[in-house]
């Protein structure tokens, strides 16, 4: 392994209830930096306090379909990943399918190669879960669909937000799979 791949080792360490703040706090320092513009007055507190409590995600930690982690990169907390499995989507039944829920980095870790290296990880859980297909929903507007499909990833269909206090404007989504 060369210095550039130690430099840029990705790990998952599972969310429990001794790491639960920690979670919490990467992943609202890195929703806010990336999605704030989807709210009225830029304000992502709807979205943060239905989803990222700690209430809501210890909830999760129960849910053995519920896959929670912190994802590091050589000791360094730099995001979170939640993936769900047995989460089928339209013909694709649940038992052939992980869903990549939230895939949040902090800002300041963003284009470094972690999210390439993401996907392979999320791709051999699927493989260790026997899942023939992974797939996540992201925004229209934006450059991540750019970088799923770059990664084998194709649009299956739109969707949307469906949350409140979401502009209208920011709303639309591709639903994307990946076949392995």
Wanted: aromatic residues 10%.
């Amino acid at each position: 392994m060369d210095s550039t791949s130690l430099q840029t080792k990705v790990t998952l360490e599972p969310a429990n209830t001794y790491n639960l703040k920690k979670y919490i706090e990467i992943a609202i320092a890195s929703y806010t930096q990336h999605y704030c513009h989807l709210w009225q007055n830029n304000d992502p507190s709807p979205y943060i306090s239905h989803w990222l409590t700690e209430s809501v995600i210890a909830e999760e930690l129960q849910d053995p379909n519920s896959l929670n982690y912190i994802i590091y990169q050589n000791n360094e907390a730099v995001g979170i990943l939640k993936l769900v499995n047995n989460c089928g989507i339209d013909e694709i039944p649940d038992t052939d399918v992980l869903k990549a829920e939230k895939i949040y980095l902090l800002q300041e870790y963003s284009g470094k190669g972690i999210g390439r290296q993401l996907l392979q990880i999320i791709e051999d859980i699927a493989r260790k879960l026997n899942r023939k297909v992974i797939w996540l929903d992201t925004m229209k507007k934006g450059n991540p669909i750019h970088f799923y499909q770059k990664n084998g990833y194709t649009i299956k269909r739109e969707s949307e937000v469906i949350l409140p206090f979401v502009k209208p404007s920011e709303k639309a989504m591709w639903i994307l799979t990946k076949t392995l």
